[in-house]
Nanobody, 128 residues
Framework: QVQLVESGGGLVQVGGSLRLTCAAS????????MAWFRQAPGKEREFVSA????????AYADSVKGRFTISRDNAKNTVFLQMNNLKPEDTAVYYC?????????????????????WGQGTQVTVSS
């Protein structure tokens, strides 16, 4: 049984930082694309960032480029999202997602439908 468990969310002031962690179990983590999505109240789930199985390729939504950094530790089956210079519009539930397989260039890693597994989410609230 695949499990993705997010942690690290919370309440932070504008300009602050948070580091989200997603611990994965039950899947071949070292050959999976991992990603972060977020969903604000009343809005659709949107892509934030993704990382290739090897960690040598990453992608970001324009809204977070230069502020967020995704990374992974395949030895610990863990993916991270370092979020700096947070803004009120970053407030959302953040979800970890996993896609089986090593494909990267041929997939639409920003699409919700590309991912096979999802975590329960962690709330991030940025207050002004």
């Amino acid at each position: 049984q695949v499990q993705l468990v997010e942690s690290g969310g919370g309440l932070v002031q504008v300009g602050g930082s948070l580091r989200l962690t997603c611990a994965a179990s039950g899947l071949p983590f070292e050959s999976a694309v991992m990603a972060w999505f977020r969903q604000a109240p009343g809005k659709e789930r949107e892509f934030v960032s993704a990382i290739r199985w090897s960690g040598d390729s990453t992608a970001y939504a324009d809204s977070v480029k230069g502020r967020f950094t995704i990374s992974r530790d395949n030895a610990k089956n863990t993916v991270f999202l370092q979020m700096n210079n947070l803004k009120p519009e970053d407030t959302a539930v953040y979800y970890c997602a996993a896609r089986r397989g090593t494909a990267w260039a041929t997939i639409s890693y920003s699409r919700v439908g590309e991912y096979h597994y999802w975590g329960q989410g962690t709330q991030v609230t940025v207050s002004s």
